[in-house]
């Protein structure tokens, strides 16, 4: 098992800026790519950004791209999403994921069911 803990949540400003870090235990050689997703108030769970492990090749969304940067520090078995020019759209509870599988289709990385371990989330709130 993966045991996935984000941290780094919290309220902030329209045009500003957060860095929420996921932490990862247990058997963590078992990744081989990590994920951030968020959901909305009233919204479904959607595909933020991913990375993975090996090369820290990444895939953003196109919504974030530009804004959002995802990144990993092997050795702290972390991962970070850099938020930039936060807007009050991007108000969402925002997930870890962790995979096991070592596909790169874009298709697959979006896709919420193809991650096998979510931490609980933290929230994000962008205020106008």
């Known amino acids: 098992q993966v045991q996935l803990v984000e941290s780094g949540g919290g309220l902030v400003q329209a045009g500003g800026s957060l860095r929420l870090s996921c932490e990862a235990s247990g058997r963590t050689f078992s990744i081989y790519t990590m994920g951030w997703f968020r959901q909305g108030p009233g919204k479904e769970r959607e595909f933020v950004a991913a990375i993975h492990w090996s090369d820290g090749g990444t895939y953003v969304a196109d919504s974030v791209k530009g804004r959002f940067t995802i990144s990993r520090d092997n050795a702290k078995n972390a991962m970070y999403l850099q938020m930039n020019s936060l807007k009050p759209e991007d108000t969402a509870v925002y997930y870890c994921?962790?995979?096991?599988?070592?596909?790169?289709?874009?298709?697959?990385?979006?896709?919420?069911?193809?991650?096998?371990?979510w931490g609980q989330g933290t929230q994000v709130t962008v205020s106008s």
């Open positions: 994921a962790a995979r096991a599988g070592n596909s790169r289709i874009p298709a697959i990385l979006r896709s919420e069911r193809k991650y096998d371990y």
